[in-house]
């Protein structure tokens, strides 16, 4: 189970299939996912005991009680089936949302970084003799200006 709910598999997109609120435990909504545990869970406790009594009901030719526990049946499964598709919407618009900022994030990382690249570099040439192998903070480019090495200096 903890497997199920650490934040890895939470990016994967996976886990807004799961039954039982697992995308919520795994979007770090572990209120919700209680929630939808509980309501499956329910839902299909009620559509088991309907079944069952139901059985019994048409075995021992009680044929209302049958027909009785056979709608209860059915709200049972309803229900279950209505929490566990309420429960996959939600865990996938937190999927969304995750992904969403994950994005903003990797976007405002390369904005800093082509900015980085705009400020003002000193470009020095490089003699025919190289003037000293570790000019400190340059990076050599693989450049060259009239046959002539080319480094940056930032």
Do not use: C
């Not at 079944?51 to 075995?59: E, F, N, S, W």
């Not at 994030?105 to 970084?113: I, P, Q, V």
Request: hydrophobic share 45%; charged share 15%; glycine share 12%.
């Amino acid at each position: 189970m903890l497997l199920l709910i650490s934040a890895a598999s939470a990016g994967t997109g996976w886990t807004v299939m799961m039954p039982f609120g697992i995308g919520a435990f795994a979007h770090d909504k572990p209120v919700a996912g209680v929630v939808y545990a509980l309501t499956q869970t329910a839902g299909i406790s009620v559509l088991t005991v309907g079944t069952i009594q139901g059985d019994r009901a048409y075995l021992n030719e009680d044929l209302a009680a049958g027909e009785r526990w056979r709608f209860i049946t059915g709200g049972g499964a309803t229900f279950a089936a209505a929490s566990y598709f309420v429960s996959m919407v939600h865990a996938s618009r937190l999927h969304d949302m995750q992904e969403s900022e994950e994005r903003a994030a990797s976007g405002a990382r390369w904005l800093r970084e082509q900015q980085a690249w705009q400020q003002p570099v000193a470009l020095i040439v490089e003699g025919p003799q190289r003037a000293s192998p570790g000019i400190a903070g340059a990076v050599e480019m693989p450049w060259r200006l009239d046959g002539v090495p080319v480094s940056l200096i930032r």
